[in-house]
Nanobody
Framework: QVQLVESGGGLVEAGGSLRLSCAAS????????MGWFRQAPGKEREFVAAISRGGVNANYGDSVKGRFTISRENNKNTMYLQMNSLQPEDTAAYYC???????????????????WGQGTQVTVSS
């Protein structure tokens, strides 16, 4: 069973930056797509970003375009989310996810991902 472990969350002031990491536990497991989703209290899970196996294709949610950057290092089984210009509305629990097979057209669909991390909290103060 693949386990995903997020790290890097925390408290930051508006305008600041954080970098989230997501490490997959299974050696040799390279999921086709990896993504980030977030969920704030009382709100639905929201797509943040996703990246294909080779890192060539990436999609971003409209609310984070131009501020967040997703990347991955397959030799380390790790994915990253660089978050810049953070705003209070970015406050949420951030979850990483991995899919064994997923087309770029469906990166945003959380129900198609096979594995999920436990989440890491990001809080942005105004």
């Amino acid at each position: 069973q693949v386990q995903l472990v997020e790290s890097g969350g925390g408290l930051v002031e508006a305008g600041g930056s954080l970098r989230l990491s997501c490490a997959a536990s299974e050696r040799g497991f390279i999921p086709y797509a990896m993504g980030w989703f977030r969920q704030a209290p009382g709100k639905e899970r929201e797509f943040v970003a996703a990246i294909s196996r080779g890192g060539v294709n990436a999609n971003y949610g409209d609310s984070v375009k131009g501020r967040f950057t997703i990347s991955r290092e397959n030799n380390k089984n790790t994915m990253y989310l660089q978050m810049n210009s953070l705003q209070p509305e970015d406050t949420a629990a951030y979850y990483c996810a991995a899919a064994r097979s997923l087309s770029q057209a469906t990166f945003t669909r959380h129900n198609l991902y096979d594995y999920w991390g436990q989440g890491t909290q990001v809080t942005v103060s105004s």
